[in-house]
Every structure is written in C-alpha cells, then in structure tokens.
C-alpha cells in the first residue's frame, strides 16, 4: 500500500468551498490529512458570491476519495465563529499542522471598468473587510494551535508574487496585502519554528471561470477562442500539488516568508497538473509581454 504523505496531519483550508481551496484541500486529503473545510457555502445557503458550489460537496469529494474531512460553516469576518471553529479543532484533533487561508468573496464588490475614484467606496472598503479582515482574524485564532507545539505551516493564498497593479486599486490593495502579511507572520513565528508563506496559481481554470467562458473542463481549450491566454491556464488540483508538496518538504522551513508560485514549486518538486502537464504562466507570461512574473 502507498504511503500517503500527510497522514495523521491536520489541516484547515478556511475558503474551501470552490477554486483553489477546493483543490487544495481535496490534494490534502487524498495524501491522508485530516482537512476542515471551512466558508459560507453550504446546502441550501449560498454566499454573496452566489455559486453552486459548498463546502460540503468538497468534503463529499474528499471522503469518497477515502479522506477524511469535515465541513464546518463560518463566516471568517466574525470573530466568534473564527474562535469556535478553532476551537473545535483543538477539541477533536488536539492540534494543527497547516492552516491554509484561501478566503476571497471579493467578486460582487470590485468593478474592474472603475478607477479608484470611480469605484463605490462602500464596495472597496467592503472588499478589505471581506477578504483581508478574514485573514487576518483567521491567523489570530489559528496559530496558537501552531505555537503550542512550535510547528506548522501557513499558506497565504493570493494572486501573484510581487507588489504590482493588478487591474483594479482595491484587488491590488488586497492581494499585495496578503503577500506582507505572510512576510509579516513569517517574522514573528519564525523564532518558534512556523513557516508562513504566500502561494499563487497562475491563470486558475476554476469553476467560475469555466462558467465565465462557457464552457466545461473536458473542452476548456474552446475558451482559447474568446481568451488566448487561457491557453496557459492551469485546474485548480495544481495548486493542490504544490501544496502537498510544500507540506511533507521537511525543509519547508527554509522558504518561510517568501511569496512563490504553482510553476516555480513544479519546476522544484516536479508535480504536474491533473493531465500530466506541467502548466507555466511564468513563461509564458514572459514570452507574451516581455516580463518576469
């Protein structure tokens, strides 16, 4: 029988209900990790995000993988749920081992024909709240779980690796953010022996985006037509991968604070995505406009 590579490790994936924290908390599960998946999605009760998907077909598609996982509904704005779900934890589980902070809900707020001064600020600052409050009071309550056994990693999952513009002020704002509040932690648990870093995936082939397009994952590449670049875009299992991956490298550690990305950590631990390719928006990022990424 193969050795799974996280047995016995407990992970929570806070926004795992869709996109990159449904693959990465599924890619957790199928390597043995006990995974809680956490968001505002479940059955019968959409977000504001307003999609299909919940956090409970994501725990039904790791458990009949084999996994093990469990959903718990929070809101992670609101402090006490933030608490409670942690605090759950500690009571089943004893411990953490990986927290993975995935948690957006930006898209009904930000209006990418706007500049800044155009833009609803009701909207923009509801956005902050929404997807950078949320990281921040999840960290709070999660690493003690961390500190209490000097161990553990973090995953700040943003959208990109640098500080640059990103199309919109406050989507910018919020994901340069999230890449200096993992630089930021890094600093203070690095003396304690916990590693925090930021994680990006290149043009992410999610559930939303292939309904933007209109079209499925057996026939993705028709988006082409109305895209070029999606050409280069990658599922969201690869994201999955590289997290696997950084959670059974004992040397983790010596990439705390650091923001990093899918094709830069599958060119180190060679993993690929789900049809064997190895997907690398950085390349081709540089090939189509001339920069580095």
Not at 222 to 227: G, H, R, V, W
Not at 241 to 249: C, G, N
């Amino acid at each position: 029988m193969k050795t799974k590579k996280l047995e016995g490790r407990i992970a929570v994936v806070a926004g795992g209900t869709r996109g990159a924290g449904r693959g990465i908390a599924l890619a957790l599960g199928e390597e043995g990790a006990i995974v809680y998946v956490t968001g505002r999605s479940v059955k019968g009760s959409a977000s504001e995000m307003n999609r299909k998907e919940t956090i409970d077909e994501t725990v039904e598609l790791i458990r009949s993988n084999g996994g093990k996982a469990v959903a718990i509904k929070t809101d992670h704005t609101k402090v006490e749920e933030v608490r409670e779900l942690f605090f759950r934890v500690e009571k089943e589980q004893g411990k953490l081992d990986i927290l993975v902070n995935d948690i957006w809900g930006g898209d009904p707020y930000i209006d990418w024909t706007a500049k800044f001064w155009e833009h609803s600020i009701e909207n923009g600052l509801k956005v902050q709240r929404t997807c950078l409050d949320s990281h921040l009071i999840t960290n709070y309550f999660g690493a003690p779980l961390m500190i209490r056994n000097r161990s553990g990693l973090i995953l700040e999952i943003t959208d990109g690796t640098d500080y640059r513009y990103r199309g919109n002020v406050y989507y910018t704002l919020i994901k340069s953010s999230i890449i200096n509040l993992a630089s930021c932690l890094s600093e203070e648990l690095k003396p304690i022996g916990i590693a925090a870093l930021a994680l990006t995936p290149g043009f992410l082939r999610s559930e939303a985006m292939l309904d933007h397009f209109g079209v499925k994952e057996d026939n993705w590449r028709d988006a082409a037509k109305k895209d070029p670049h999606f050409i280069a875009s990658e599922t969201p299992a690869y994201i999955g991968r590289a997290v696997v991956a950084l959670a059974s490298d004992p040397n983790v550690f010596l990439k705390t604070g650091i923001a990093t990305s899918t094709w830069k950590l599958s060119e180190e631990y060679d993993f690929t995505d789900l049809d064997g390719s190895k997907p690398h928006w950085g390349n081709y990022f540089k090939e189509k406009f001339g920069e580095n990424v």
